[in-house]
């Protein structure tokens, strides 16, 4: 178990080990928010290739932040991203996407109901140089989501809830990434929709060895699917655990009610 000592601080040595190496992603005292606000603070984190890491906390904690600060959605005021040993940091979104292999699944809906299910996941392909790429990647992705594929030509407003999500994230495969980011993959999501999210987030990381990091209010999910859960309270790492352990982590109540591990 790691746990946050005096200054709330769980220190990155620590996170390595719990990453069972030197991680593939890797932050490093991150400082970032929005404008001159800051909202993480001295923010470190590891994660293997291959494997899946699970931030949660409270609302406004800062979860999003973290998945915004290594896209490039927020403002980084010092500190480190590196993937793979590269430095990242400053990188453009586009750039990240492009070079870096980062790709970033939203939270809330961001299917288009009036294209076809074939048009919505070309989309994820609109930074490649070649249309013709895009549409061979497109097929193998179907290829292997037969519930898109039996609807590909349909517009994507007649698929179920779940279905959209799946699409969503089958979308970010497009570009072929290491690494996806996902924020809130069940929300809104009835009980058998969040399973058949989980099972396509299960494939991507065991079959097809993405590295994930998402963000899940649905603590018990998120954390019973993922290697290393974090907790984030107030913008700072509190407490990071095998996430099997963390869910059956008793102080986990304490720490959802916004109080910090100290
Ligand atoms: N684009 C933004 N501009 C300014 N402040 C933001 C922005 N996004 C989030 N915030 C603020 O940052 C804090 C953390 O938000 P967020 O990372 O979304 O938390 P969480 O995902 O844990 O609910 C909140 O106080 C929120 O109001
Ligand atoms: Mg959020």
Same mark, same amino acid.
């Given at each position: 178990?790691? #746990?946050?000592?005096?200054?709330?601080?769980?220190?990155? @040595?620590?996170?390595? #080990?719990?990453?069972?190496?030197?991680?593939?992603?890797?932050?490093?005292?991150?400082?970032?928010?929005?404008?001159?606000?800051?909202? &993480?603070?001295?923010?470190?984190?590891?994660?293997?290739?291959?494997?899946?890491?699970?931030?949660?906390?409270?609302?406004?904690? !800062? %979860?999003?932040?973290?998945?915004?600060?290594?896209?490039?959605?927020?403002?980084?005021?010092?500190?480190?991203?590196?993937?793979?040993?590269?430095? +990242?940091?400053?990188?453009?979104?586009?750039?990240? *996407?492009? @070079?870096?292999?980062?790709?970033?699944?939203?939270?809330?809906? $961001?299917?288009?109901?009036?294209?076809?299910?074939?048009?919505?996941?070309?989309? !994820?392909?609109?930074?490649? #140089?070649?249309?013709?790429?895009?549409?061979? +990647?497109?097929?193998? +992705?179907?290829? $292997?989501?037969?519930?898109?594929?039996?609807?590909?030509?349909?517009?994507?407003?007649?698929?179920?809830?779940?279905?959209?999500?799946?699409?969503?994230?089958?979308? @970010?495969?497009?570009?072929?990434?290491?690494?996806?980011?996902?924020?809130?993959?069940?929300?809104?999501?009835?009980?058998?929709?969040?399973?058949?999210?989980?099972?396509? &987030?299960?494939?991507?990381?065991?079959?097809?060895? %993405?590295?994930?990091?998402?963000?899940?209010?649905?603590?018990? %999910?998120?954390? $019973?699917? @993922?290697?290393?859960?974090?907790?984030?309270?107030?913008?700072?790492?509190? %407490?990071? #655990?095998?996430?099997?352990? *963390? &869910?059956?982590?008793?102080?986990?109540?304490?720490?959802?009610?916004? !109080?910090?591990? $100290?």
């Amino acid at each position: 178990m790691v #746990e946050a000592q005096n200054a709330n601080r769980v220190r990155p @040595a620590d996170l390595d #080990e719990l990453a069972g190496g030197e991680g593939f992603v890797a932050i490093d005292d991150l400082h970032a928010g929005y404008g001159r606000m800051h909202i &993480l603070h001295d923010f470190s984190l590891r994660i293997a290739r291959g494997q899946s890491l699970c931030l949660v906390g409270p609302n406004g904690a !800062g %979860k999003s932040t973290v998945l915004n600060a290594i896209y490039g959605f927020a403002k980084i005021f010092s500190g480190a991203i590196t993937l793979g040993g590269r430095d +990242v940091t400053t990188l453009s979104a586009s750039a990240k *996407l492009k @070079a870096a292999r980062i790709a970033y699944v939203l939270q809330g809906d $961001s299917v288009f109901p009036d294209m076809t299910v074939e048009e919505n996941l070309l989309m !994820g392909g609109y930074l490649l #140089e070649h249309r013709a790429q895009a549409r061979t +990647v497109a097929e193998a +992705v179907l290829d $292997s989501y037969p519930a898109l594929q039996a609807r590909r030509s349909e517009n994507a407003r007649v698929l179920s809830g779940g279905e959209r999500r799946v699409l969503e994230i089958s979308r @970010a495969l497009i570009m072929d990434p290491d690494v996806i980011l996902i924020d809130e993959p069940s929300i809104g999501l009835e009980p058998r929709a969040i399973d058949m999210v989980f099972e396509t &987030l299960r494939d991507l990381r065991d079959e097809r060895g %993405k590295t994930l990091i998402l963000v899940e209010q649905n603590a018990r %999910k998120g954390l $019973s699917f @993922a290697d290393v859960g974090y907790v984030l309270a107030a913008g700072r790492l509190v %407490k990071a #655990e095998p996430g099997g352990e *963390l &869910l059956d982590d008793p102080e986990m109540g304490r720490l959802f009610l916004g !109080g910090r591990a $100290s």
